[in-house]
DNA sequence: AATGAATGAGCCTTCATTCAT
DNA sequence: GATGAATGAAGGCTCATTCAT
């Protein structure tokens, strides 16, 4: 009756697993500890014996979810630091959609869940985890743009070219695109060819900044020259 | 005890107001009857009386929101169909984001948690009220792109701008900043900054892929002409 | 929006017949006063206007179909008092089978609930109304076993006529048959058919019950002879 | 405040029997689980807990009386296959009889329920155990009728032999005079007595049908024999 | 260490009845 | 006289958590 456990925290795992499946599945509140138990193959006390309640569960397995998924894809894509910003801003972009995309990966959809329905918990695993890529890639603008660019547009234009990438509708276009239709080569394909475009996309938008950058310039230029 | 009733359905917009702030501000799940009626002034059984059940009253409820809010906001920001394509696409930007950050408008949040958490009920919602504005602005991309964009380019350009406009880190950040910060000009005043900043950018990108187009053509005519 | 009422008695009439059906036919915890007033069309507050309560509404119901029931079958089958005994077994033993598979008569259903789930409002109505009818049968078959039989003898020799009559599988089938069938007369041909069975099955134990009491008879006097 | 738990189904045991007298008394309808769990000692989830749902209670309850009436008086009444058809037809009817008042015994008031107002789930059970019961009698009363008789004679028989049994004003009366009369003798003697009584009868009716058949048969064969 | 029985708070829903028009 | 909105008392069920082994 009782399944073999070569360690006391082989339990400990299941549960860790099951919960990510299910509560990204369903979101907390309508993920039950019985269907996480059930499924990790232990008693329906062993969530609370194990971590004590839901909540740390809950919490507990977000963080998981994610620290695997930054493991498993590094914020630059691969692209070594010394590559000229375009090359590393094609690293980025490519990782957060890698990253998204994954078909092992909970964490997005904890990250959907949390934003529409916060439990306050996780704020400092945002903090933690999030920020550093943010900062990372506001970095690598403020890089492309200069520095006359002033802190609201390097800002602004970090939430653009994030904002290509994490829009949900986006992922859940390439999920079902991948799932639903010829389930081949167009998944993969989708992700590298949407990568390109918002890459392309977003350079040319950084063009346009730092030309209307420069005509403010010249302008102010001029203004100088005559008061 | 009794509260006047002045009107038939008058309770019924009550109920309506209330079940649209709880159930965008803590879902479907955590929003209990009880608390929706205590806020509506009503009895306990006036949501079953008037709408039948919780899941009617959710599904009226985000029908109510997307309307009032299509409503508010039309879809062209107010720029006549006269204008140039760069004026109407000013014009659809800002009506996203306004009705996106308008403070009477839950839809959005209403849309975020059917994203997360989709009971289903929504798919229509979204197929009859989404599509049209989608289409509305992938026409208007088209125009922009001119007739040799392949239909992929024409929707991935649609994502890159829709996505910055949709995007809830803006959105909440946008609501928190006029909310908590010295609430006062700083929120309309960064929506306007941001959609300036979102039209400049995308036309950016707009013309990037007109130019990577033109350079195409161009090997595509010299190909031709030695073959 | 209205429908024109020539009295103010019609919806009274109305809640009756429509509490009749539905009382029949689901009981009377199962029934709801919205079902008996929309089925009567009239206002979800008539069954407490007209009637008080629902209780007092299934009572009156209860009541009436009795009413109208002994109204339709006349208990003597339409035999005169005049025919011989045997006819007016048979006169009985049809009345209460027709009462019984009556399209139009509720009473069997009313009883049936009530032995099964006694209001005790009804205890009233079954002593006035059922208890003439038995009266009527045990002096039928007083008559037919003569003056030695114990009231025991008769009493159970009534009860074995009725129950013949009563029995509820019996009722189902026929009722069955007569619904589900080539709906014809199949249903009346069945009951005729059965009210001969029970007939002559009943003659024939009440003249087992005769030769019975011959023969202690015989034995008595035999005693007496010889003390 | 907790109970001392020495036994894993020792309270499902008492919440079948709590719910065995509740819903033989009150019907399905009118037993609140609450009134179960209450009487059995138990929290108001154990029902929900130990059976799922009040419905699925209620099935198994009614399962637990059958297959415990069963158990209790086995359908021979006692009597050996090899004895005359007349005994054991005596023991037939003595065994439905005793079923019926057995003072433990809830199957009777459950059946009557299921037929004035059926849940469904119990048609099963009917076939299961009644039609055999049926099927039984139904090949006695062949045997004493002969291959001559019709099916539906056969039928007709058995209907009326097993209705004296059944029928509730019978259960109610003798029940009644166990319990509130002199509470003595008279109940058992009363049971008794009406055996006798049925037996008799019974036999008397089927002699009636055996001549029926017979004079039919000499008209046959004078038929026969005059064409 | 781990289990499964047991708990109790809370939720949605139903429904007979009452109230104000 | 008659309506339909409103009420509040339950009832069945779910579920995270605790307890006794």
């Not at 909540?55 to 000229?84: C, I, M, N």
């Not at 506001?138 to 660019?149: D, W, Y």
């Not at 167009?186 to 950058?213: C, N, P, Q, T, W």
């Amino acid at each position: 009756m009782k399944i073999p456990r070569e360690g006391a925290a082989k339990t400990r795992q299941s549960l860790l697993v099951a919960a990510s499946e299910i509560f990204a599945e369903k979101g907390y509140r309508d993920t039950t500890i019985a269907e996480i138990c059930e499924r990790a193959g232990a008693n329906v006390a062993a969530v609370n014996y194990h971590f004590g309640s839901k909540q740390t569960l809950y919490a507990e397995t977000w963080r998981h979810a994610f620290s695997e998924s930054t493991k498993a894809h590094p914020p630059d894509g691969g692209v070594s630091s010394d590559a000229p910003p375009e090359e590393r801003l094609r690293g980025q972009i490519t990782a957060i959609l890698q990253r998204l995309t994954d078909k092992n990966n909970r964490e997005f959809w904890f990250m959907q869940r949390e934003m529409a329905n916060p439990t306050g918990l996780l704020e400092e695993v945002l903090r933690e985890e999030i920020h550093p890529l943010h900062r990372r890639t506001t970095a690598l603008v403020r890089e492309l743009l200069g520095p006359l660019a002033t802190d609201r547009e390097v800002n602004f234009c970090e939430i653009s070219i994030v904002s290509q990438c994490m829009n949900p509708a986006v992922a859940r276009k390439i999920r079902e695109a991948g799932s639903t239709a010829q389930d081949g080569p167009l998944g993969i394909d989708d992700v590298e060819a949407y990568a390109d475009h918002v890459l392309k996309f977003s350079l040319g938008g950084i063009r346009a900044l730092l030309e209307a950058m420069g005509k403010k310039q010249k302008v102010r230029k001029k203004l100088r020259k005559q008061p």
